[in-house]
């Protein structure tokens, strides 16, 4: 029988769910649910209800485990702990400093409820985390580096479409290259915030503005750009759909390392990602997931876990047989 998946939330990330749930036999939607008006969402999966968000609780026999797509800054902090009492849940929760808090409060729901909790799921935090982990436990000294883009920030892009006289825009987060080939060479540097990555803007100003006054501030705005090499390049509107429609994003994850009684051979470990769509990848992490959730809970496994906390084997269709004689 197949897996039951709800999904909270139906933007890009709750899209993106449906269209990895039609490429996974072992799992089924079962219902959408909105904040929306339910009428107002349509859906691509033909037989699926979209229903108000109110309405989730009463289905909790219905769905193995619901995903949650909200986003990290205002609704995972609130929704995951609330709706671990009723499900086995997953979320993206991303911001980095409040994963410990967010961990004990959805743990604490969890294990009341005997339900599984993921959180934090994702490709940072989530698959970078575990090459992170991994690089680390196997070469013991060493040093991280983490490098994301090219691709498109979202958050970067929302405060670029706030400054006045902005009609539109888009942010890219670019590796420096010269800082990338240090690490890959072994060189170990050290990275200041501006010297690992750049930040390239495109900007549809509206008639008649300031676009200098526009350039400068966004070059200059804090928390944003003020620490980086920032580009503004302004373009029309129909250059922006044409060239920069899409959510591009990637990364690396590198640790470089010494073994040897003196410490004289170097080695580099080096995870990649280069993705057509940041919020499809993200979603396939998050149903992979959301396979291992279920099974632990079949298992009597209670509680809130990462991705540090879940054997890979949870994550596959395929039995340990299959693995272990094909992939192993």
């Not at 990895?20 to 939607?29: E, G, R, S, V």
């Not at 010269?178 to 100003?205: D, I, M, W, Y």
């Not at 008649?208 to 390049?233: C, L, Q």
Request: hydrophobic share 35%; with cysteine; net charge negative.
């Amino acid at each position: 029988m197949a897996i039951r998946i709800g999904i909270l939330g139906y933007g890009n990330l709750g899209k993106g769910i449906e269209c990895a749930i039609k490429q996974n036999d072992d799992l089924q939607l079962a219902a959408v649910f909105t904040r929306r008006n339910p009428s107002d969402v349509k859906i691509l999966t033909e037989g699926v209800t979209v229903y108000p968000v109110e309405k989730a609780v009463e289905m909790k026999d219905q769905i193995d485990v619901m995903i949650l797509c909200g986003g990290s800054a205002t609704d995972l902090p609130q929704q995951t702990p609330e709706y671990a009492k009723y499900f086995n849940v997953i979320d993206s929760f991303d911001t980095h400093a409040r994963i410990p808090e967010h961990f004990a409060n959805v743990d604490a729901a969890a294990k009341e409820s005997g339900k599984v909790a993921i959180i934090s799921v994702g490709w940072d935090p989530g698959m970078f985390s575990l090459n992170r982990l991994y690089a680390n436990a196997i070469l013991v000294d060493g040093k991280d580096y983490t490098f994301w883009g090219k691709g498109v920030s979202q958050g970067h892009s929302d405060a670029i479409r706030r400054v006045e006289g902005v009609k539109n825009g888009k942010q890219y987060t670019i590796p420096v290259p010269e800082a990338l080939e240090k690490v890959r060479n072994g060189e170990n540097p050290e990275l200041s915030t501006r010297q690992k990555h750049t930040r390239e803007c495109f900007v549809v100003a509206e008639e008649g503005a300031d676009k200098a006054k526009i350039e400068a501030e966004i070059k200059n705005m804090p928390n944003y750009f003020a620490d980086y090499d920032t580009t503004v390049h302004f373009i029309t509107e129909e250059e922006l759909a044409r060239d920069h429609s899409g959510i591009p994003h990637g990364g690396f994850v590198i640790r470089s390392g010494k073994t040897g009684w003196n410490l004289e051979n170097n080695h580099i470990i080096e995870y990649s990602l280069k993705l057509d769509s940041n919020p499809e990848f993200t979603a396939s992490v998050l149903v992979a997931y959301a396979r291992a959730a279920y099974r632990l809970n079949q298992e009597g496994a209670k509680g809130c876990k990462t991705v540090f906390d879940i054997a890979p084997a949870y994550l596959s269709a395929y039995s340990g047989d299959e693995l272990r004689a094909h992939l192993l």
